[in-house]
């Protein structure tokens, strides 16, 4: 009798301590708002990489990566060659998210690294779970120069790129 009350107290330990992973579903999507002094523009991440854990039915780990190789325009190869070189794509080619803690249960607490420069961001997000996955959908504002990197120019310094764009994200993650 002994042994069997051990085992379900055992079992209900690992039950209740017991975490789930997802990965990066090929439905998610990420895109990138700005301005310049012409016309307004968007680029779209179209290599996008992460995972997640949750535990005790909570956000407990993201790891996510977008390909500054693969982020692209529809305004053709200047302006991604132009992208690409603001980004550092050749020693940072990566922009990579790692969660650190989550507040209220929507706000992702975590550490942007983008051309080679880390930050601490809080981004607000609504997340949607269900049985096989996970959506998490929001924006974020970013400050290029928060972040060492100085707006492209084109046309001799007569285009300008703002300084702030705006990411937006709707990303899918399904149970491993």
Partial sequence: MKNILLLF???????SNAQSSYTLSADSKLTIDGTSTVHSWTVTANTLMGDLTVKDEVLNVINFEVAVSDIMSE?????????????????HPKVVFVLEQVENDSVLVGHLTIAGTKKNIEISTTCNFNE????????KKIILQDFGIEPPTAMF??????????????LVFTKE
């Fill in 9 to 15: 107290f055992l079992g209900i330990l690992i039950v």
């Fill in 75 to 91: 305004r053709g190869p200047t302006m991604d060659n132009k992208m690409h070189a603001a980004l550092k794509k050749e020693t």
């Fill in 132 to 139: 096989d996955s996970i959506k998490i959908i929001g924006e």
């Fill in 157 to 170: 310094g007569q285009i300008i790129v703002g300084d702030e764009v705006t990411v937006n994200f709707d």
